[in-house]
């Protein structure tokens, strides 16, 4: 058995599980050489380069900025980024986790590898004694179109943008993010979630399962967005780790790659 350093065992690592969902797949154990490590480290290093901000937008003659990494699990949605109107992926499932609300529902829906994941983190979370319920994962284009203008009406535009993104600018559009909450937090989606157990755990937790909390305290001028301690968005085991222990949002993480 060769000795490995820390970069190698990260290498091969990533290899099976960070680019779950990509076009990367795990290596059996007894074909994993160093020369095989030194590759993934190359893999993942072209992964992060081939999804950098500035390598995965097209631009309209209109000034419209397109998303065409649309598939990855580290796809960047923000205000300055949009989905078309048509997108919808085509891999959507219902997680076996519980839900907030009875019946069926396209909101119940994330992407196979999130919702993969995220059986795997309320399974954590019930382990600890945390009881946790999911609240909002995928919506449509259509959707959002419908949750952004009822916000505006009562709040107006400006601040309805605060917290909520306009159609074709939702992460939820992805599949990837989902919404959480507890009976403590009444099953509310507000900033006082973080405050509870619930919302600390998840805080502390999330990223062992591929998730990060997307839009953190005081990361507004990064993200768009204010504090959403209940929104969870998946980006692979490794990268939630380094965006978690890094304090940074997906925009400053991925843009390093540029």
């Avoid at 992964?47 to 990855?72: C, E, H, M, Q, Y």
């Avoid at 204010?226 to 939630?240: C, F, L, M, N, T």
Wanted: aromatic share 10%; charged share 20%.
């Amino acid at each position: 058995m060769p000795s490995f350093t820390r970069k190698s065992i990260i290498s091969i690592f990533l290899l099976g599980s960070v680019l779950t969902g990509t076009a990367f797949t795990p290596l059996p154990i007894n074909q994993v050489l160093h020369p095989t490590a030194s590759a993934a480290t190359s893999s993942f290093s072209q992964f992060l380069k081939d999804n950098a901000p500035s390598r995965t937008i097209t631009t309209s003659s209109k000034g419209v900025a397109t998303i065409t990494n649309l598939s990855s699990t580290v796809v960047l949605v923000n205000k300055k980024r949009n989905l078309p109107s048509t997108y919808k992926p085509t891999d959507l499932v219902v997680p076996n986790i519980p839900f907030s609300f009875s019946g069926s529902s396209p909101k119940k829906q994330m992407r196979k590898v999130a919702a993969t994941a995220i059986e795997k983190l309320f399974a954590a979370a019930k382990k600890d004694g945390i009881d946790l319920k999911a609240v909002s994962g995928y919506r449509s284009y259509a959707t959002q179109k419908s949750i952004f203008e009822r916000n505006a009406s009562i709040k107006g535009e400006t601040v309805a943008n605060k917290t909520s993104a306009r159609p074709g600018q939702s992460e939820h559009q992805t599949g990837l993010a989902m919404d959480i909450s507890s009976a403590s937090a009444g099953y509310d989606l507000q900033q006082s979630f973080g405050d509870t157990k619930e919302g600390k755990w998840l805080k502390d937790n999330a990223h062992k399962y591929g998730f990060i909390i997307r839009y953190g305290k005081d990361q507004e001028k990064s993200t768009g967005y204010a504090y959403e301690p209940w929104h969870v968005r998946y980006v692979g085991v490794y990268i939630a780790g380094e965006i978690t222990s890094q304090k940074l949002t997906l925009e400053q993480y991925l843009e390093r790659a540029n």
